[in-house]
């Protein structure tokens, strides 16, 4: 029986844990990494609530301690995608009638769960699996994760209080249904909370999930897997698989019960799937919901009145931290002539003293880029500036050793051209390009920022002028989904800075706040009129005895 209305207050964010030397949380994260590094995992897919394995096992390695082996997880195959589709399907139904306050209760408990009894191993899981330090692990796989179960069950709460106004003799009604399919969400190695969002939030509206993240992320992806089911998450509603993405695509597409895909990743693999759904978008029974956040080539504007500390330190951790692996990581920055020495001299001195090493060594502050596949993607464009005709010059850092793991330096590349091309090209690691500006330029540098990039995730200005941050504001009002005033273009907060950009950086339906939601959600108006007309007509038919 519901027959009251149930409100989920406002949470507040999850606090940062400082993991400070002789701390209690530093102690149970060191333990937690040594269990899980002793421990070789077996990682099964789950569909339909049941733990599935393969004849096909993949190794999982440390990016950052390529020779010891983590475990292994098993590859999906078709079959596997076809079952977690119908899994999903069976268990449409009942999920979607779940009252709200039951649902909403499965994952405020994943949140406590992750917020106590996991935390640090889901923290080590993501430090192991994806190379992050335990800072960039607490504010990703505990505190963001968290935040986005708890203030997603807020939103959600406030969408269905929503209603229509209704006068005298009605009822106005609006329902708020679940999307008539499964989705499919497809998640990043970057970020274990992205991992987590993408198939919760939809799964939290009452839809049903295929859910297939990078492999590179199964890791910590299973262990939040495990939060789920201990939590109380039915059967077939989150079906989390391991196969080849063009796959699970191919398959997932062509499904007349496709609802909608729910996606982070590169630009170039989210328009191939815009594509495949367009191409088969006769077949569904209601057109899908198309949900992604994509690549990045973000800035950092210094206009010639900023602080050169505060600039120094926002490319510092704007460009480096987890090793520029963040679609809002500082990728390119504008300097003017009249601070540019300084602030590269500053920085310079600072990049020196970024330790480099493996995670358990809690002093490095960079570690391992994710993979083989991403340092000879990301060294390439390094030597490219070494064996080039001098457009280009290293200003600092350019070293890499894949001996022990995926390891490249925090590079800053000076340029003299605005269109070279690491000031244009998304490279997604620890390699930051420099372009210096004459300082009575710097309106004309904004136009040639915002006409470099095809892409608009994130940006920073820096200033100390009121007149020109207005300026700048406005100028680039459509360069970046996040804008930043003094400060790095980095570290969104669920609830406070809504997350997503546009142009070729996705549909910009701002994961961390209400209006992805309403994404997952399809609404139903209902009218009932309380005493029914009996005559079709109206009082304007009947005559007037005044016209006689």
């Given amino acids: 029986m519901n027959n009251a209305y149930f409100d989920f207050a406002e949470p507040k964010n999850e606090p940062v844990l400082g993991y400070a030397p002789g701390s209690a949380e530093r102690k149970a994260l060191q333990h937690a990494l040594a269990e899980m590094k002793a421990t070789k995992r077996d990682i099964p897919m789950y569909i339909d609530g049941e733990e599935v394995r393969s004849d096909n096992k993949v190794e999982i390695r440390p990016p950052h301690e390529t020779a010891h082996l983590l475990g292994h997880f ?72 968290i935040d986005f179960l708890r203030f997603n069950v807020h939103f959600l709460s406030k969408i269905y209080k929503d209603q229509p106004i209704s006068p005298a003799g009605m009822n106005n009604r609006m329902e708020y249904r679940p999307l008539e399919g499964f989705v499919l969400a ?77 996606f982070t990743g590169s630009t170039g693999v989210f328009q191939s799937m815009w594509k495949s759904i367009g191409n088969n978008i006769s077949r569904y029974r209601s057109y899908p919901r198309i949900v992604g956040e994509t690549g990045g080539k973000d800035f950092v504007f210094v206009h010639p009145s900023a602080n050169v500390d505060a600039v120094v330190a926002g490319l510092a951790r704007g460009a480096f931290e987890f090793q520029g692996q963040k679609c809002s990581a500082a990728s390119r920055a504008y300097l003017p002539a009249n601070l540019a020495e300084e602030i590269k001299k500053k920085l310079v001195a600072e990049l020196a003293t970024m330790k480099m090493g493996p995670v358990d060594d809690f002093t490095n502050f960079v570690n391992a880029v994710i993979d083989e596949k991403a340092f000879k993607s990301i060294t390439k464009y390094i030597d490219g500036v070494k064996n080039g005709n001098g457009d280009a010059k290293i200003l600092c850092g350019g070293n890499y050793d894949s001996k022990k793991g995926w390891f490249i330096e925090p590079t ?46 994130t940006g920073a200005i820096f200033a100390q002028d009121r007149y020109a941050i207005e300026y700048m504001t406005k100028a680039l009002v459509n360069s970046a989904g996040n804008f930043y005033i003094n400060d790095k273009p980095t570290g969104a907060v669920v609830g406070q800075q809504p997350f997503g950009g546009a142009r070729a950086s996705g549909t910009n339906d701002k994961a961390g706040s209400i209006l992805n939601l309403y994404r997952w959600l399809s609404a139903r108006t209902i009218k009932e009129t309380y005493v029914s007309p009996t005559d079709y007509r109206y009082p304007f038919h009947q005559p007037d005895k005044a016209d006689k």
């Avoid at 268990?91 to 106590?116: G, P, Q, V, Y």
Wanted: proline share 6%; charged share 15%; hydrophobic share 45%.
């Fill in 412 to 457: 800053v590349i000076e340029t003299t051209d605005p269109s070279y091309v690491t000031m244009c090209e998304e490279i997604f690691g620890p390699v930051l390009t420099i372009y210096t500006y004459e300082a009575d330029m710097w309106i004309q540098t904004l136009e040639v920022l915002d006409s470099t990039s095809p892409y608009a995730l």
């Fill in 186 to 262: 497809v998640t990043p190695f970057n970020f274990t909370a992205i991992g987590g969002n993408l198939p919760t939030s939809a799964a939290m509206c009452g839809n049903v999930v295929v859910w297939k993240p990078a492999n590179t992320q199964v890791y910590s992806a299973s262990v939040f897997m495990e939060i789920l089911i201990e939590a109380g998450l039915p059967a077939g509603v989150i079906n989390l698989i391991y196969p080849p993405g063009p796959m699970v695509g191919e398959i997932c597409y062509a499904h007349p019960y496709f609802a909608g895909v729910h």
């Fill in 74 to 145: 098993h590859m999906s195959s078709e079959e596997h995608v076809h079952d977690a589709i119908d899994a999903a399907l069976d268990a449409r139904e009942k999920w979607a009638a779940m009252n709200w306050e039951h649902r909403a209760s499965i994952f405020l408990k994943a949140a406590d769960l992750l917020a106590t009894k996991y935390r640090y191993r889901m923290n080590a899981a993501t430090m192991l699996g994806q190379s992050k330090n335990a800072y960039q692990a607490e504010i990703d796989s505990a505190c963001e994760l």
